[in-house]
Nanobody, 123 residues
């Protein structure tokens, strides 16, 4: 059983930056592909980014390309999401998730989820 705990969410002005962290425990972290998702008020949970087990492979949703960076430190059992050039539409609860599938393509393919961290971007 893997436990995931996100942190780093905050209220930030448009154009600002944040770094979210997701600390994992209870499993072999390097066996999991990791993903970040977000859920805005009144909307469904949406994919943001994912990173391969080794960290060499990353993939982003189109709206965050060039602004967000996903990374991981397998020695620290932590995955990060660097958010830059933030926009009001980035306001959401951000969740990290872990998957044993090599390249998870759907939320249903992630077995473990954190509780989320709130990011609010003010105009």
């Amino acid at each position: 059983q893997v436990q995931l705990v996100e942190s780093g969410g905050a209220l930030v002005q448009a154009g600002g930056s944040l770094r979210l962290s997701c600390a994992a425990s209870g499993g072999a972290f390097s066996n999991y592909a990791m993903g970040w998702f977000r859920q805005a008020p009144g909307k469904e949970r949406a994919f943001v980014a994912r990173i391969s087990r080794s960290g060499r492979g990353t993939y982003y949703t189109e709206s965050v390309k060039g602004r967000f960076t996903i990374s991981r430190d397998n020695a620290r059992n932590t995955v990060y999401l660097q958010l830059s050039s933030l926009k009001s539409e980035d306001t959401a609860v951000y969740y990290c998730a872990a998957s044993l599938i090599l390249v998870p393509l759907k939320p249903e393919e992630y077995e473990y989820w954190g509780q989320g961290t709130q990011v609010t971007v003010s105009a």
